[in-house]
């Protein structure tokens, strides 16, 4: 099954928002293995979190993730007007199901 | 710089093969996973199917599991999808990106496969 995450999120430039990504503890609950992608129209995604909290070279520290219980999040500060994007989340779900992603978050930069 | 290179993709009628190439420079590509994400028009992400450095590990999705198949030749920097068996749900843009800690790191630009009559 897909992490859950809502469909659309929105904030104003500067402005600090949260997207969630909920699981079970087969998933999301039962492992650090938690990423987040940055996806803009046409292009490939990007990853932007991995390992939960941890930033890949490159990425601006106003992306921070977090995790609790089966529940992650994925917070951007700083609101700019380039973050307007699809995001997802994914998680290890196990041997068997491999690496599950949410459906997907549109972030509008209001 | 590290990269990736999809290629072969194209339209395939019901019931065809298709094989899918990525290439891979600009790093240790013998060192790391690849895994192949699929996206259908206007959908979300897939992680289809992963292949480990060395080859000796791979992994289906259950969509995909008895159809396609995965294989690397790291003399050439390859990654290669064998699908059989396509169908109409199959229709997607296909990635295959560098993957660590179950994570796609870096990734290509993708290869469109429309399975259609």
């Known amino acids: 099954s897909a992490l859950t995450q809502p469909p659309s999120a929105s904030g104003s430039p500067g402005q600090s928002v949260t997207i969630s990504c909920t699981g079970t503890?087969?998933?999301?609950?039962?492992?650090?293995?938690v990423s987040w992608y940055q996806q803009h129209p046409g292009k490939a995604p990007k990853l932007m979190i991995y390992?939960?909290?941890k930033r890949p070279s490159g990425v601006p520290d106003r992306f921070s993730g977090s995790k609790s219980g089966n529940a992650a999040s994925l917070t951007v500060s700083g609101l700019q007007a380039e973050d307007e994007a699809d995001y997802y989340c994914?998680?290890?779900?196990?041997?068997?199901?491999?690496?599950?992603f949410g459906g997907g978050t549109k972030l509008t930069v209001l | 710089e590290a990269q990736l290179l999809e290629s072969g993709g194209g339209l395939v009628q019901p019931g065809g093969s298709l094989r899918l190439s990525c290439a891979g420079s600009?790093?240790?590509?013998?060192?790391?996973?690849i895994v192949w994400v699929r996206q259908a028009p206007g959908k979300g992400l897939e992680w289809a199917s992963a292949?480990?450095?060395?080859?000796?590990?791979?992994f289906y999705a259950d969509s995909v599991k008895g159809r396609f198949t995965i294989s690397r030749d790291n003399s050439q920097n390859t990654v290669s999808l064998q699908m059989n068996s396509l169908r109409a749900d199959d229709t997607a843009v296909y990635y295959c990106?560098?993957?660590?800690?179950?994570?796609?790191?870096?990734w290509g630009q993708g290869t469109l496969v429309t399975v259609s009559s």
């Open positions: 292949i480990s450095a060395a080859g000796g590990s791979t």
């Open positions: 390992e939960v909290n």
């Open positions: 994914s998680s290890y779900a196990g041997r068997d199901k491999g690496v599950i």
């Open positions: 503890s087969s998933d999301v609950g039962g492992y650090n293995y």
């Open positions: 600009g790093y240790m590509f013998s060192a790391y996973s």
């Open positions: 990106a560098k993957s660590e800690k179950y994570a796609a790191e870096f």
